[in-house]
C-alpha cells in the first residue's frame, strides 16, 4: 500500500503526458471514511488492472490537511506515508476532462461539490451511503446504500470480488473507518446496519479480532484531541454547507465539532473565530453539531448550538431543529454568556447530521440553487435509530447484546445412561468422545436427508440455522463439541461416496462460526471422507459464506472448489437433490418463498412459489 502512494504522487508531475487517468475522490469534507474509501478502492482497481493509472484523491486544500489528525494517526499506524496522499486540489482534473483523458470515481457522496460540478460527465461509478440524488444516468454504475459507513460498501464490493486481494493492511483501513462511522458498532448511535457488523466482523479475520479496536481506540483518541486545535480549525475541520433561505438572501451552514460545546465556547479565540468563519464562508447563520464523550464514557453525548446575530433567521432554524421533537432538545444557558448563540443538550444521540440536515432543510423551503438536495425523508435506518432511541427498554440494554441461551439439561435417567451421554469419535487418528448432553438442543445441524436417484451415495444436511448463537454459555465449548459430534455424524452416515446440502441463513451474523471453525472442520474430516465427498450445494450463498471460502483457499484443496454447487432457490437445488427425505428447516422454507414472491413481482411475472408438496416430489 505504501508503495502504491508513494506511486500515485509521482505519477502526478506526469499526468500531463496523454495517459487515460482514474480518479477515485473522496467527499470534500476529506474525513476518515472518504479518505479510506478512495485509497482502498483505488488501490483494488490497480490489482485487477496495474497497468492503468489509478489515483485515489482526497478532496482537502493544502492549508487544512493538518486538520485530518485521525486520517494522519491511522496512516502512521500503519507505516503508510500521509506526505503521499494526493489532494484533488493538485491535479488538473479539467484540463484532464478537457483531453478526454478523465475517468472519475466518487465514493462517500453522490453529488459533486459546486467546485466540481463541471467534472460530472466524467463520473463512471458512485459508491455511497447517503441519500441518492438519482441526478447520474444509467451509464454510471452505482452502489448507494443508507449503510453507516461507506466503507462497508467499498468492502463488500472488493471482498466480493476477490477477498485475496483484501489484505491485513487494506482490511486493518477499512475496519477503522467503518468502526469510526458507526461509534464502535453502537446501536443506540443510530448509524450501524446489520451490514455494517457483518462486512467488521469479515474484515476482523483478515486484521486479526484486536486489531480493528486498538487502532478504532488509537484513532479515536486522536480525533477527539483537539487541544492543538484553535477555535477556527475546530469550524473549518468538518462544516457542510446547507443552503439558501428561500424567503432571504442568508446562507447556513453546518461545522460539526469533537469537543463540548461549552468547552468551546470558553476559548478565548471562539467569537472571533466564529465571525471570521461566516465572513470566509459567506453566511449569515452557522449551526454547531457538537459530539463528545463526557467524563471519559463510551457513549457520545450531542449538543447544538445555532449562532445568528439575525433574530428572524436564527428562530427559523431552531424552529426546524424542534420541528416534530425529533431531536429532542432542552436548552441550557453556557456559562460564557453569547447573545447572538442559542443552546442545546440533544436527547435523542443517534441523531446525527444525516437527520439534521433534512429538518433544516425542510425550515429553510432550500430552493434548486442550493448546494444540498430538496428536503427529503428521514431513512428507515434512521427512523429506526430515532424510535430505538426513544425506548427506554432499548436504552437501558447493552447494545448488539442477544438473549443468552442456557443448555438445556437431561433429566436423570438420561444422564444414568453413559450410552446416551457419550458418543465415541477419531479426529485425524486421535480418539475423542462428544458430550452428547452438551450439544444436545443444537444435533438438528446435521442430519440424514435419504439418497442420491439410481445410486446409494448418501446425502447429508447441514444447517446453519440450528447453530448455537454466539452469547450461548459457554459458546467455545459447545462449538468445540458440536464439531466432534458433525464430524462423528459424518463419519457414520456417509458410509461410501456421498453429498452435502448446506441450508445456509442470510443474516444471522451471532449463529455463523468463522475461519477457524471451517479449518477445523475441514482438517478434521478423515481424508477418505473429503475424497468421497462427491459434490458440496450451498443454498444461499451469502457474500459472508463466499468470502469464508475465499480466505480457506490456502488450507482447501483445488479438487475441493470444483465440488462446490451454489443455489439460490429450492427449486434449483431439487434439480439436483431429490428433496422428499430432507427435513428443511421451516425459516428457510419461509425465506425460500418471500423471495420467490420478491423475484417474480420485481420481473412483473405472476409468482409460482414451491408448496411443501411440492418440495416434497422428487
Request: net charge negative; proline share 4%; aromatic share 6%.
Amino acid at each position: 500500500m505504501d508503495e502504491f502512494l508513494r506511486e500515485t504522487k509521482q505519477c502526478v508531475s506526469l499526468l500531463g503526458d496523454g495517459r487515460h487517468v482514474h480518479v477515485v475522490m473522496g467527499n470534500e469534507s476529506c474525513d476518515l471514511d472518504s479518505v479510506v474509501c478512495a485509497v482502498s478502492y483505488a488501490f483494488y482497481l490497480k490489482k485487477i488492472d496495474p497497468s492503468a493509472t489509478i489515483i485515489p484523491a482526497a478532496d482537502c486544500s493544502p492549508a487544512d490537511l493538518h486538520l485530518r489528525c485521525d486520517v494522519a494517526a491511522l496512516f502512521k499506524h500503519l507505516n503508510l506515508s500521509f506526505e503521499s496522499l494526493v489532494l484533488a486540489s493538485e491535479l488538473d482534473l479539467e484540463a484532464l476532462q478537457s483531453a478526454g483523458n478523465l475517468k472519475l470515481t466518487i465514493v462517500d457522496h453522490n453529488e459533486l461539490s459546486a467546485k466540481w460540478k463541471s467534472l460530472k460527465p466524467s463520473i463512471i461509478e458512485v459508491i455511497d451511503h447517503h441519500k441518492d440524488g438519482k441526478s447520474h444516468s444509467k451509464e454510471v454504475k452505482t452502489t448507494i446504500e443508507m449503510v453507516g459507513s461507506c466503507s462497508s460498501l467499498v468492502a463488500e464490493k472488493v471482498l466480493s470480488a476477490n477477498a485475496s486481494l483484501v489484505s491485513t493492511e487494506v482490511s486493518t483501513m477499512l475496519l477503522c473507518a467503518i468502526l469510526t462511522d458507526t461509534i464502535n458498532l453502537d446501536s443506540e448511535a443510530g448509524r450501524t446496519t446489520d451490514k455494517d457488523r457483518d462486512i467488521a466482523d469479515l474484515l476482523s479475520q483478515i486484521a486479526g479480532h484486536d486489531v480493528g479496536q486498538t487502532v478504532f481506540d488509537v484513532v479515536r483518541k486522536v480525533k477527539f484531541d483537539v487541544s492543538s486545535l484553535s477555535a477556527l480549525d475546530l469550524l473549518v475541520k468538518d462544516y457542510k454547507p446547507v443552503g439558501l433561505c428561500s424567503s432571504s438572501s442568508d446562507h447556513v451552514g453546518i461545522s460539526s465539532i469533537v469537543c463540548d460545546l461549552e468547552e468551546f465556547l470558553a476559548r478565548g479565540d471562539a467569537v472571533e473565530a466564529i465571525a471570521k468563519f461566516l465572513a470566509t464562508k459567506g453566511i449569515n447563520c452557522l449551526v454547531l453539531l457538537s459530539i463528545f464523550f463526557p467524563n471519559g464514557e463510551s457513549k457520545a453525548a450531542r449538543q447544538i448550538g445555532v449562532y445568528c446575530e439575525g433574530t428572524a433567521l436564527r428562530d427559523q432554524v431552531i424552529a426546524g431543529l424542534q420541528s416534530d421533537d425529533v431531536l429532542r432538545l432542552s436548552q441550557f444557558s453556557p456559562k460564557e454568556h453569547f447573545s447572538n448563540i442559542v443552546c442545546f443538550e440533544q436527547g435523542n444521540r443517534a441523531a446525527s447530521r444525516k437527520i439534521i440536515l433534512p429538518l433544516l432543510a425542510c425550515s429553510l423551503s432550500v430552493g434548486a440553487g442550493s448546494s444540498i438536495l430538496p428536503p427529503v425523508d428521514i431513512q428507515h435506518n434512521d427512523t429506526a435509530a430515532l424510535l430505538s432511541d426513544a425506548s427506554p427498554a432499548v436504552l437501558e440494554t447493552e447494545p448488539n447484546a442477544a438473549p443468552v441461551e442456557l443448555i438445556e439439561e437431561y433429566n436423570a435417567d438420561e444422564e444414568a445412561s453413559e450410552e446416551r451421554r457419550f458418543r465415541a469419535v477419531g479426529v485425524e487418528g486421535v480418539p475423542s468422545s462428544v458430550n452428547l448432553e452438551v450439544i444436545g438442543k443444537y444435533r438438528r445441524v446435521v442430519s440424514h436427508g435419504g439418497y442420491m436417484p439410481g445410486s446409494k451415495n448418501a446425502i447429508i444436511i447441514l444447517s446453519a440455522c440450528y447453530l448455537p448463537n454466539k452469547s450461548t454459555k459457554d459458546y467455545n465449548h459447545v462449538m468445540e463439541q458440536l464439531f466432534l459430534y458433525v464430524v462423528s455424524s459424518v463419519q457414520r452416515l456417509a458410509v461410501d461416496n456421498y453429498c452435502i446440502v448446506l441450508f445456509n441463513t442470510s443474516s444471522d451474523l451471532n449463529n455463523t462460526p468463522g475461519i477457524t471453525w471451517l479449518k477445523k472442520y475441514y482438517s478434521g474430516v478423515d481424508r477418505h471422507l473429503r475424497k468421497n465427498l462427491q459434490n458440496l450445494f450451498i443454498y444461499n450463498p451469502t457474500l459472508r459464506l463466499k468470502v469464508l471460502f475465499q480466505l480457506a483457499r490456502p488450507f482447501i484443496s483445488s479438487k475441493f472448489w470444483r465440488k462446490i454447487t451454489y443455489v439460490r432457490s429450492l427449486r434449483e437445488l431439487r434439480s439436483s437433490v431429490p428433496l422428499n427425505d430432507i427435513d428443511i428447516p421451516r425459516s428457510i422454507m419461509e425465506s425460500d418463498r418471500s423471495t420467490s414472491v420478491e423475484s417474480q413481482s420485481a420481473s412483473g411475472d405472476v409468482p409460482s412459489v414451491p408448496s411443501e408438496e411440492d418440495l416434497n416430489t422428487a
